[in-house]
């Protein structure tokens, strides 16, 4: 299982990117997979191909009308079952005795 955080953004588009961002943020939420939006970019759990598919979706919707694309990505593969979005978060809290913002 594989949770990968991604930010993708475009060049020489003003500083507004909202309407990049909200282009990927529904291939994210239309490909069914778990995710979570943060202000700096957004986390989405799978398998090695479905993270990597929605990944180049979000590419290639970009590429359409941006000449010029940034893309990072961080990578955390750990044999065994999903949930660990909330799971790696829920585990902090329990140690910490109560509840962080997220």
Same mark, same amino acid.
């Given at each position: %299982? +594989?949770? /990968?955080?991604?930010? %993708?953004?475009?060049?020489?588009?003003? !500083?507004?990117?909202?309407?990049?961002?909200? #282009?990927? /943020?529904?291939?994210?939420?239309?490909?069914?997979?778990? $995710?979570? /939006?943060?202000?700096?970019?957004?986390?989405?759990?799978?398998?090695?191909?479905?993270?990597? *598919?929605?990944?180049?979706?979000?590419?290639? *919707? %970009?590429?359409?009308?941006? !000449? #010029?694309?940034?893309?990072?990505?961080?990578?955390? $593969?750990?044999?065994?079952?999903?949930?660990?979005?909330?799971? @790696? +978060? *829920?585990? +902090?809290?329990? #140690?910490?005795? #109560? @509840? /962080?913002?997220?």
């Amino acid at each position: %299982m +594989v949770l /990968l955080e991604f930010s %993708m953004s475009p060049f020489g588009k003003g !500083e507004s990117l909202s309407p990049y961002v909200a #282009r990927s /943020l529904d291939i994210i939420d239309q490909s069914g997979l778990p $995710y979570q /939006l943060t202000p700096m970019g957004t986390i989405i759990e799978g398998e090695w191909a479905e993270v990597m *598919a929605v990944v180049a979706a979000c590419f290639e *919707a %970009m590429s359409a009308d941006c !000449e #010029r694309i940034s893309t990072q990505i961080k990578i955390d $593969y750990r044999a065994g079952p999903g949930g660990r979005i909330k799971a @790696k +978060v *829920a585990a +902090v809290e329990d #140690r910490l005795g #109560r @509840k /962080l913002s997220t």
